[in-house]
Every structure is written in C-alpha cells, then in structure tokens.
C-alpha cells in the first residue's frame, strides 16, 4: 500500500500556472503507475493523466492536451502535475492516485488515492 499526500493548490485568474505535487510513502512508489484525477463540484472524478513507473510513458486527457504535464521523480517518491494556462473549467479537487501495471485512465484499477488538493481558476 501507498500513502498519498496531495499539496499545491490554490486560487489563481484565467491563464495562471500551479504545480501539484503528490508525495508518496512506501518502497514501492518506482513500480507503481501513478496519475492524477480531479473532480468539480456537481460531477464525476474524471481522469487527467497517468505516467509509467519509468516516466517514459505518458497519458493525458484532451481537455489538458497542451497546458498539463505530469511527471515523477522516483528518487524523492513524488509526483507532479504542471498545469499551465489554467482556465475556469479547470477547477476541482485534484487527487493522485498509485496503481501497478499499465498507466490507464481508469479510475477502477487504481488502487490507492490521496485526499487532495483544490484548485480553483477565476476569470
């Protein structure tokens, strides 16, 4: 099992950046795949990308296609969402979320999820 503790977010206008980070516990973190979800008020946690255990790999949502950039750095067992251009519909409640095996975006397969972290974008 993997602890999760999410830290990063904030208010910010239209067109500002923030980095999420997501620190983890546990020997396991360089093996797990790890991604990020977020959830606004009123809907469903959806997913936003997902990177490999190597970093290698990488998967992302359209919506964040151009402005999102997950990454992880196995050696300080943290993970990290770069999140520029921000806009109003990017505001919710971001979570990290630890799994093994393939780097998907489904939410069922991942095993292990922080508290999160609120983000919210004024325009």
């Known amino acids: 099992q993997v602890q999760l503790v999410e830290s990063g977010g904030g208010s910010v206008q239209t067109g500002g950046s923030l980095r999420l980070s997501c620190a983890a516990s546990?020997?396991?973190?360089?093996?797990?795949?790890m991604g990020w979800f977020r959830q606004a008020p009123g809907k469903q946690r959806e997913f936003v990308a997902a990177?490999?255990?190597?970093?290698?790999?990488?998967e992302s949502d359209d919506s964040v296609k151009g402005r999102f950039t997950i990454s992880r750095d196995n050696a300080k067992n943290t993970l990290y969402l770069q999140m520029n251009n921000l806009k109003p519909e990017d505001s919710a409640i971001y979570y990290c979320?630890?799994?093994?095996?393939?780097?998907?975006?489904?939410?069922?397969?991942?095993?292990?999820w922080g508290q999160g972290t609120q983000v919210i974008v004024s325009s």
């Open positions: 990177i490999s255990t190597s970093g290698k790999d990488i």
């Open positions: 546990g020997s396991i973190f360089s093996t797990n795949t």
């Open positions: 979320a630890s799994r093994p095996g393939y780097y998907g975006p489904d939410e069922i397969d991942y095993d292990d």
